[in-house]
């Protein structure tokens, strides 16, 4: 009995071997897929044979397939931008090279946007103070805010807004409030000099702003010293600080260099009104006898023109009409640039103050002029010069190139009567709030577009 079983075992093991031979058989096939539309091969398939993940296909759109069992196989077919796909391998062209399977793109909805301009971004804001003016520079961006006007002010200064309980606020680039101090006394605003750090002009006094450790702290000054020996310089270049004697009761001016060094002055232009000048002369043939005597000997003292005195004594620039002369000067890379509006002309000067030609501004003509709003913007991180324009309200800004003198494309500030105005670093900063609201005033920011 034993010995039977002894040799049945080899046959019953020869049986089981030769079935999980066959059950172990393994089949294959290659397979290459294209897009539908294009025949173009698709790479990156996620491919899956009777369920088993089979990886996927590579940049000619191939793979081969494997799979245990016989000729019959389930096939799916995935892709993010194809509409999945499920076939079985074809039995007649098995051996015909590559199987080729063609998948259809997929339709993607998206939902419906609306493209347009970014809102414009607020920079400060404070339930408690209105922002009055606002400077930026390589520290942050300043604020002078302030909780009440002043309403009544000397006759002399009755055009002008005069601040009162004032505190100078300074944020960081990111725009955080990282210091501040009350300023002593009533204020105009704030004010540059030609590194444009910032000053605060008072009524009495004018400011320089310094640091203690993290405080600011105010340094006071004289305001003759402010309008005589700062405002009117306004920009370097190497070895020159450069500026203006403009007097806005005067209708002619000359931009200077002055060299520290040396302690010398050059004169880099006069730019003439010469129509006003005519009027401002005038005035002394309408002097009487004593005031004429008067001002010839005021001419006498002061090494002037008689003329020139009459048309101070009369005070020729209140009158409604005048009109005071804007001619800036701007630094723009190698060249100075004088904006002389009289002429209506971009006059060039290199570093040496030599001419270098001139072209014609392009806002002279009606369509553009009668909107300008007489201000020329300049951004100091850029160097770019910009005009601006102002219509019912609306704001728009306007590249100036500098060697052509054409105009950029206009940038539209998004909320209407913006003040304080200013161009930094390809970004538009300015004050408002909405007309009618109870919110104080705020400074915004917009970035312009790039074109």
């Given at each position: 009995?034993?010995?039977?079983?002894?040799?049945?075992?080899?046959?019953?093991?020869?049986?089981?071997?030769?079935?999980?031979?066959?059950?172990?058989?393994?089949?294959?096939?290659e397979?290459?897929?294209?897009?539908?539309?294009?025949?173009?091969?698709?790479?990156?398939?996620?491919?899956?044979?009777n369920?088993?993940?089979?990886?996927?296909?590579?940049?000619?759109?191939?793979?081969?397939?494997?799979?245990?069992?016989?000729?019959?196989a389930?096939?799916?077919?995935?892709h993010?931008?194809y509409?999945?796909l499920?076939?079985?391998?074809?039995?007649?062209?098995?051996?015909?090279?590559?199987?080729?399977?063609?998948?259809?793109?997929?339709?993607?909805?998206?939902?419906?946007?609306?493209?347009?301009?970014?809102?414009?971004?607020?920079?400060y804001?404070?339930?408690?103070l209105h922002?009055?003016?606002?400077?930026?520079?390589?520290?942050?961006l300043?604020?002078?805010?302030?909780?009440?006007?002043?309403?009544?002010?000397?006759?002399?200064?009755a055009s002008?807004?005069i601040?009162r309980?004032?505190?100078?606020?300074?944020?960081?680039?990111?725009y955080?409030?990282?210091?501040?101090?009350?300023?002593p006394e009533d204020?105009?605003?704030?004010?540059?000099d030609?590194?444009?750090?910032?000053?605060?002009?008072?009524?009495r006094?004018a400011?320089?702003?310094?640091?203690?450790?993290?405080?600011?702290?105010l340094?006071?000054?004289?305001?003759?010293?402010?309008?005589?020996?700062?405002?009117?310089?306004?920009?370097?270049?190497?070895?020159?600080?450069?500026?203006?004697?403009?007097?806005?009761?005067?209708?002619?001016?000359?931009?200077?260099?002055?060299?520290?060094?040396?302690?010398?002055?050059?004169?880099?232009c006069?730019?003439?009104?010469?129509?006003?000048?005519?009027?401002?002369?005038?005035?002394?043939?309408?002097?009487?006898?004593?005031?004429?005597?008067?001002?010839?000997n005021?001419?006498?003292?002061?090494?002037?023109e008689?003329?020139?005195?009459?048309?101070y004594?009369?005070?020729?620039?209140?009158?409604?009409?005048?009109?005071?002369?804007?001619?800036?000067?701007?630094?723009?890379?190698?060249t100075?640039l004088?904006?002389?509006h009289?002429r209506?002309?971009?006059?060039?000067?290199?570093r040496?103050?030599?001419?270098?030609?001139?072209?014609?501004?392009?806002?002279?003509?009606?369509?553009?002029?009668?909107?300008?709003?007489?201000n020329?913007?300049?951004?100091?991180?850029?160097q770019?010069?910009?005009?601006?324009?102002q219509?019912?309200?609306?704001?728009?800004?306007?590249?100036?190139d500098?060697?052509?003198?054409?105009?950029?494309?206009?940038?539209?500030?998004?909320?209407?009567?913006?003040?304080?105005?200013?161009?930094?670093?390809?970004?538009v900063?300015?004050?408002?709030?909405p007309?009618?609201?109870?919110?104080?005033?705020?400074?915004?920011?917009?970035?312009?577009?790039?074109?």
């Amino acid at each position: 009995m034993v010995r039977c079983l002894a040799r049945a075992v080899p046959v019953v093991v020869l049986v089981l071997f030769g079935q999980v031979e066959a059950a172990a058989q393994q089949s294959e096939r290659e397979v290459q897929v294209l897009d539908s539309l294009s025949e173009h091969p698709v790479p990156d398939v996620e491919i899956t044979v009777n369920g088993m993940p089979q990886g996927s296909t590579d940049r000619e759109g191939k793979a081969q397939l494997r799979w245990h069992g016989g000729a019959s196989a389930t096939v799916r077919f995935a892709h993010v931008s194809y509409r999945p796909l499920e076939v079985r391998i074809p039995e007649a062209s098995r051996e015909e090279g590559p199987w080729m399977v063609h998948i259809v793109p997929r339709d993607i909805h998206l939902m419906p946007i609306t493209v347009g301009r970014a809102e414009p971004e607020i920079i400060y804001q404070r339930p408690d103070l209105h922002a009055a003016d606002l400077l930026i520079n390589d520290e942050g961006l300043w604020v002078l805010a302030y909780e009440h006007p002043r309403m009544l002010r000397a006759e002399g200064d009755a055009s002008k807004e005069i601040l009162r309980d004032v505190r100078l606020v300074l944020l960081d680039t990111a725009y955080h409030e990282v210091a501040s101090c009350p300023v002593p006394e009533d204020v105009f605003g704030l004010r540059h000099d030609l590194r444009n750090a910032v000053v605060i002009e008072g009524t009495r006094h004018a400011f320089g702003v310094g640091h203690i450790g993290d405080d600011l702290v105010l340094a006071p000054f004289g305001l003759e010293e402010l309008r005589h020996a700062v405002l009117p310089w306004t920009d370097t270049i190497p070895h020159w600080i450069v500026g203006s004697n403009a007097n806005a009761s005067y209708p002619a001016l000359d931009h200077l260099a002055f060299d520290p060094l040396n302690d010398s002055t050059r004169k880099i232009c006069s730019v003439v009104d010469t129509f006003m000048m005519d009027l401002f002369r005038s005035e002394y043939k309408y002097l009487k006898g004593p005031e004429k005597v008067a001002a010839m000997n005021l001419a006498a003292d002061l090494g002037v023109e008689k003329e020139v005195v009459a048309g101070y004594m009369t005070s020729f620039s209140r009158n409604v009409w005048y009109k005071p002369l804007y001619a800036p000067l701007f630094v723009v890379g190698d060249t100075l640039l004088v904006f002389d509006h009289v002429r209506w002309r971009i006059r060039k000067f290199d570093r040496s103050f030599e001419g270098a030609g001139e072209v014609a501004l392009p806002y002279q003509a009606k369509s553009e002029g009668r909107y300008w709003s007489g201000n020329l913007l300049q951004d100091r991180a850029t160097q770019q010069v910009h005009a601006v324009f102002q219509r019912n309200g609306t704001v728009w800004l306007r590249s100036i190139d500098p060697v052509t003198g054409a105009l950029g494309g206009p940038f539209r500030l998004a909320n209407s009567y913006p003040e304080r105005v200013q161009v930094h670093a390809g970004r538009v900063y300015y004050i408002w709030r909405p007309y009618g609201s109870l919110q104080k005033r705020t400074v915004y920011r917009e970035q312009m577009e790039r074109r």
